[in-house]
């Protein structure tokens, strides 16, 4: 079971480059990525969103393995700017799981 | 033999019938049917041509009787009641006989077997018309005032607007103050205004009309009567208890729901920090600047969603119905909390999100700020237990996360809690209101007559039909006011003279017949010094439940007499040659 933290939350909030809000859990991101990653994005974004940190640091791998071909962001019913998200998680992960 | 003169006409539907029925067959073999002076068949007998070809028949060959054997009486019985009346025939001494519904589409694999029970079908319909009798609607007058019961946000707006087309309203009132729920409602979507001032806004408006008489503490205790001219009793308890009788055309109903009140450990309701969403909204309205529950901020709120409603069948006296309010509510309250504390975590846990309409928006919004839902199985719901700090700890398995199972900690868990119907035993009685499966008061037709009851005269509106928002209630108040004003204005009503009557000198009252009538349209009179049963036509429905109680054969349906169902039956076993 994982626990719900909502500083990591505020976390993602304040630095104003994540926005996943409008995401409908519909799937299509997920159902046309070239990588075939199943966690990618719907899933990962809603660890984020719910605010699941360690699922998000499990999933280095799967966050580096985007091509950000955004194929699944012209796919997006919601527009949720997907590749730029992914985008942050990286830069985030570069700075506490890198100390890049 | 018959000495009337009945024409008979057999549709072809454009194929519908004659497809499957050999419609040829069947007029060669009822044109000599006892009384049967003109059978035709026809392509459309609903088109024009046709329609006055059969009044052309009626006048030129004095026809006192009129069979069409077509569709379903649903489609095309007033059509021709039309016709007859049109063509100076009284509209009762026709009758149609079904043969495509009940008949050819039913049959489309025996052409042989459909033909032969078109045949029968409608020699049964010849031989009730042969024993019909000119009838006339039954006519009353009408009493222009309207008993409206509950004074909430549709009770008061109904009598704004019966008073303003003329119409008397007495406004009676169970509680000492008037408003119901919206009362205690504080800023409500999408106008921002708080429900009391909603409520003082429609109170000034009743107080300028001279036409409505409010009663408050008050209560309907007896009803006699019947449409366009009720007698009713209300007992006012203040200070000292007396009653006040009334007569009105007409009643609206619109007494309001009451909460669901959850069950003590359901969803850890009874721990410190859970509650209803009417609390949560109260805390919502009476803090003034940050939320704060115990003396304590609320920094966490976990939302349940579908609590009362929805329930699942093992339940005894489940709700089975979604309450459809509490979503938009939930979300509502969700984003006046985020305006109190833009900083606030909010998390809801639903089985399905129902915010239709304009209230989508408002779910964008609480998406937008950061809200987060959760959607759970109702098979596994979440659970609620203290948890440590003083915070409660609930437990979710995440459908959308693809069932991933979450702890969040929380302030506060709010139950969003649906509606249930009031109890209104008293007056379910009294009026011999309809109650549905889930105990809220059914209309007949919820898209055709949305506020109409069984019983005549007698309308339904606001959420003692079924959960509804203000707005809602407010819409069907509106149209109840136009349902009972377009019976009052006129000044009569007509009604189907297709119902039960007494022959007083067969009647020796044994009081059955009143017991058998649902809609207690059976009275006591006296007849020539003896007491005999009065069938009260205005109340009457023809529904035929009253005649075969009769031990002595007095009471008959008019147009479905005994003698009539006799011959039908006759008619439709008689031998096909």
């Known amino acids: 079971m994982a626990l719900v933290n909502p500083d990591f939350v505020e976390e993602v909030k304040r630095s ?67 590749a730029e998200n992914v985008r942050f998680l990286r830069c985030y992960m570069n700075k506490k799981v890198f100390k890049i | ?161 019966l008073a303003d087309i003329g119409i008397c309203v007495y406004l009676v009132e169970r509680a000492p103050v008037v408003g119901g729920w919206v009362a205690r409602f504080g800023k409500m979507y999408p106008h921002g205004k708080k429900g009391r001032e909603l409520i003082d806004q429609l109170l000034d408006e009743v107080k300028k009309r001279e036409s409505i008489t409010l009663f408050t503490n008050a209560e309907v205790v007896e009803k006699s009567g019947s449409m366009g001219d009720f007698h009713v009793r209300i007992r006012i308890k203040e200070p000292a208890e007396s009653d006040i009788g009334v007569r009105v055309g007409a009643i609206i109903v619109a007494t309001g729901f009451d909460p669901y009140q959850p069950r003590e450990g359901e969803y850890g309701y009874g721990l410190e920090g859970v509650m209803t969403l009417a609390a949560f909204q109260e805390l919502l309205d009476n803090s003034g600047g940050r939320l704060v529950y115990n003396g304590r901020e609320i920094k966490d709120v976990v939302y349940i969603y579908c609590v009362g ?3 699942g069948t093992d339940m005894e006296n489940a709700n089975r119905y979604c309450s459809r309010y509490c979503c938009n509510a939930t979300v509502h309250a969700a984003n006046l909390a985020f305006e109190k504390n833009p900083e ?106 949305p506020v109409e009851t069984v019983v005549d005269g007698v309308f339904i509106c606001g959420a003692c039909q079924g959960p509804k928002n203000s707005s809602e209630s407010v819409a069907s108040a509106l149209a109840a006011v136009a349902q009972s004003a377009s019976i009052l204005k006129k000044g009569y009503v007509e009604l189907e003279p297709l119902i039960a009557a007494v022959d007083p000198q067969l009647c020796t009252w044994c009081g059955v017949c009143a017991q058998a009538c649902p809609y207690s349209a059976i009275e006591q009179e006296q007849y020539r010094g003896r007491e005999v049963a009065r069938v009260n036509e205005a109340v009457c429905k023809g529904c035929g439940g009253c005649v075969p109680t009769c031990s002595r054969d007095a009471l008959n349906l008019r147009g479905y007499t005994g003698a009539q169902i006799k011959s039908m039956i006759d008619a439709l076993v008689k031998e096909i040659c």
Not at chain 1, 48 to 62: C, F, I, M, Q, S
Request: hydrophobic share 40%; with cysteine.
């Open chain 1, 16 to 82: 104003g480059r994540f926005d996943a809000s409008a995401c409908m859990n519909c799937g299509v991101c997920s159902a046309v990525c070239p990588m075939g990653i199943e966690l990618l994005p719907r899933k990962l974004f809603r660890y984020v969103l719910l605010g699941v940190k360690d699922r998000v640091l499990e999933n280095v791998e799967t966050i580096y393995s985007c091509l950000l071909c955004r194929l699944c962001e012209v796919n997006c019913p919601a527009q949720v700017h997907i």
């Open chain 2, 344 to 449: 606030i975590h909010q998390f809801h846990l639903f089985r399905d999100m129902r915010t239709y309409g304009r209230f989508e928006l408002l779910y964008r919004e609480a998406l937008k700020r950061g809200a987060t839902f959760l959607k759970f199985d109702a098979s596994e719901p979440p659970r609620v237990e203290q948890g440590g700090n003083g915070k409660l700890k609930v437990t979710v398995k995440d459908l959308l996360t693809s069932g991933e199972e979450f702890e969040i900690r929380a302030d506060v868990v709010v139950l969003a809690t649906g509606m249930v119907p009031k109890k209104n035993g008293k007056l379910v009685d009294i009026l011999k209101l309809p109650v549905g499966r889930d105990g809220f008061f059914n209309e007949i037709h919820p898209k055709l007559r």
């Open chain 2, 309 to 311: 409603s929805r329930q």
């Open chain 2, 1 to 161: 033999m018959s000495d009337r003169r009945i024409g008979v006409y057999i549709c072809h539907c454009g194929g519908n019938i004659s497809d499957y029925v050999d419609v040829d067959r069947v007029v060669k073999a009822v044109c000599d049917e006892p009384g049967v002076v003109v059978a035709r068949t026809a392509v459309f007998t609903c088109s024009d041509a046709a329609q006055q070809e059969i009044i052309q028949d009626i006048k030129e060959q004095n026809l006192d009787g009129l069979v069409v054997a077509s569709c379903s009486p649903k489609l095309h019985l007033y059509t021709f009641r039309d016709v007859a009346r049109r063509a100076g025939l009284n509209p009762y001494q026709y009758t149609q006989v079904n043969i495509r519904e009940q008949c050819s589409w039913a049959h489309t694999g025996d052409r042989e077997g459909a033909t032969e029970k078109a045949i029968r079908l409608v020699r049964a319909g010849i031989a009730r018309t042969n024993l019909t009798e000119p009838l006339q609607p039954v006519k009353i007058d009408t009493v222009p005032g309207v008993l409206i019961i509950g004074a909430g946000i549709a009770g008061l707006r109904a009598a704004i607007g």
